[in-house]
């Protein structure tokens, strides 16, 4: 199963709010307008059968609206979109919150230090990690336009983490640290931890062949997960630009482009309706 595994999706009402703000924050030219409608039109031209949608509350009072939002979009497109919920290491009934969505069927959780201001060392985030880590994948924004001791999610804090929990699965996104590649090689970079991918998302704009062929040898290739951050980049250019590269053949593109499917499809959770009492 082909899986989009880093994507963004607004209401309508905030989707082009949002866009902008993503315009404005990354200077670029989003490819995508921002709602669920038009994520699903351009996933099904890059063939792409399933995508993962992220929703990351930007402030603690925004935990259980993002998290109803990505329950909604999960049931009502229970076919082509998987959805993660997020967590704020301010707010404090997040082990009630994790109770409710791990019951709706969410099976992962999205975190972005920089947008949801916080740092990833925050100590607040080790107890929710210790008790989320068994039923939930982390999807980890990592790395920015800085210097590692300047950065929220930077590649070495996110090392330490992985140290701490090694049963914690993460996907480290953007190749495990964004404008930071040398960084993620030196931190993260081999099969010193089991429980980590790294995604392919919003890394191809900026990679030479060489730097896209550097990142693709140095993790494990199993381990390696098709993204875009749409509504950033659009999955067909994404697609392309990825082999072309790397160099990669199509069984290896589609490889990449499948790795997911063990990670979250296998072993998907039901939701606590459909469970037997």
Same mark, same amino acid.
């Given at each position: ?17 949002? #866009? ?7 200077? #670029? ?14 996933? +099904? ?10 929703? =990351?509350?930007? /402030? ?20 082509? #979109?998987?959805?993660?919920?997020? #967590?704020? $290491? ?26 949801? *201001? ?17 039923? &939930? ?22 090392? /330490?983490?992985? +140290?701490?929990? $090694? ?16 960084? =993620?090689?030196?931190?993260? /970079? ?10 392919? *998302?919003?890394?191809?704009? &900026? ?11 140095? &993790?494990? +290739?199993? +381990? ?21 590269? /790397? *160099? ?30």
């Amino acid at each position: 199963m082909y899986i989009d595994i880093h994507t963004h999706a607004f209401h309508p009402k905030i989707a082009h709010k949002a #866009v902008d703000h993503l315009n404005e924050f990354y200077s #670029v030219n989003c490819a995508g307008d921002g709602t669920i409608a038009h994520l699903l039109e351009r996933e +099904r031209k890059a063939e792409m059968e399933k995508c993962v949608v992220l929703c =990351a509350a930007t /402030a603690p009072a925004q935990v259980i609206p993002a998290n109803n939002y990505a329950i909604t979009l999960q049931k009502e497109h229970a076919d082509r #979109v998987i959805a993660f919920g997020t #967590v704020h $290491p301010g707010y404090e009934n997040w082990e009630a919150e994790l109770n409710r969505i791990k019951g709706a069927g969410i099976r992962g959780i999205k975190l972005h230090p920089d947008f949801q *201001s916080f740092w990833l060392d925050d100590p607040r985030l080790l107890p929710i990690f210790e008790a989320a880590q068994k039923d &939930f994948v982390f999807e980890i924004h990592i790395g920015d336009r800085t210097t590692p001791a300047q950065n929220p999610s930077c590649p070495y804090k996110l090392a /330490a983490i992985l +140290r701490q929990f $090694p049963r914690m699965r993460v996907i480290a996104a953007h190749f495990g640290g964004y404008r930071m590649w040398a960084h =993620a090689l030196d931190a993260l /970079a081999g099969n010193r931890f089991e429980n980590l991918w790294f995604d392919t *998302s919003s890394t191809t704009p &900026f990679a030479t062949p060489l730097l896209a062929k550097k990142l693709l040898g140095a &993790f494990p +290739r199993e +381990r390696i997960l098709f993204g875009t951050d749409w509504p950033l980049y659009d999955p067909v250019e994404e697609r392309q630009r990825l082999q072309r590269l /790397a *160099s990669l053949k199509d069984a290896e593109m589609e490889t990449i482009m499948s790795n997911a499917t063990s990670l979250l499809c296998d072993s998907a959770p039901q939701a606590k309706s459909q469970l037997s009492h």
